[in-house]
């Protein structure tokens, strides 16, 4: 039987999402548990794409397969009975049997959150501690530059090979905390990203709030496809897969 699951993890203390050996990894740990369940029996779980080491998800995706069939309510409730308590599962559904939790995605939204107000230990592994104040209408205006089809060669990790580095963003926005003005949310909802995309962009946009760079260099560096051009690769604990969409 095949199912679809959502869930969502604190990456903080994990090394990915993708199984590695001798790594704690989110992968690793739904496996393990879905391997019990599955009458000690190997189970693989198919994510709609991989999250690095120290990224959140609030809405991630998977498939799997198990030989028993099992209630998606009694599947759920015994997977949260034995995982970590930083991993959660949401819901559990009956799935095709020619879904793929990957290559079936229509578009997933990302979102950063960044702290330009006092440091907040608390918040430390949650938000990016910038702790210094921003020009917010400018790193708007970039973000408008970034939306519709484009090579985003210029974002991804430097020696990241593919064959296209072209995606869509279909929307990209920064949003004001309204209980507290020193935090903002920086969110896209693209067709997919690259690896490092969203927090190359958002180094860039930093760079940008700061002054350093105008709003329209985002066209260049874009157009350079170089990833010199753009931002450095900002920290990852900001950082939330919120949506997948199908």
Sequence with gaps: MKYLMTFSYDGSNYKGFQKQPRAKTIQGEIEKIL???????????HASGR?????????QKAHFELDTKISCEKLKKALNSMLPDDIYVKEIVEAKDNFHARYDVKAKEYIYKINMGEYDPIERNYV?????????????????YLEGEHNFKAFTKADEQKD??????????????M????KITISFVGTG?????????????IEIGEGKRKSEDIIEI?????????????NPEGLY?????Y
């Design 179 to 182: 209980r507290n003005v020193n």
């Design 35 to 45: 391997k019990i369940i599955n009458n000690n029996e190997e189970v693989s779980i």
């Design 128 to 144: 990016y501690q910038y702790n210094k104040r921003l020009d917010v209408v400018e790193m708007e205006r970039a973000l408008k």
């Design 51 to 59: 999250t690095d080491a120290g990224v959140h998800a609030l809405n």
């Design 241 to 245: 897969l919120k949506d997948v969409f």
């Design 193 to 205: 990203f690259l690896r490092y995309m969203v927090r190359n962009i958002v180094g860039t946009l």
């Design 222 to 234: 874009l157009k350079s496809q170089d990833r010199r051009q753009a931002g450095k690769t900002v």
């Design 164 to 177: 296209d580095y072209v995606r869509t963003i279909i929307q990209a926005k920064l949003t004001r905390d």
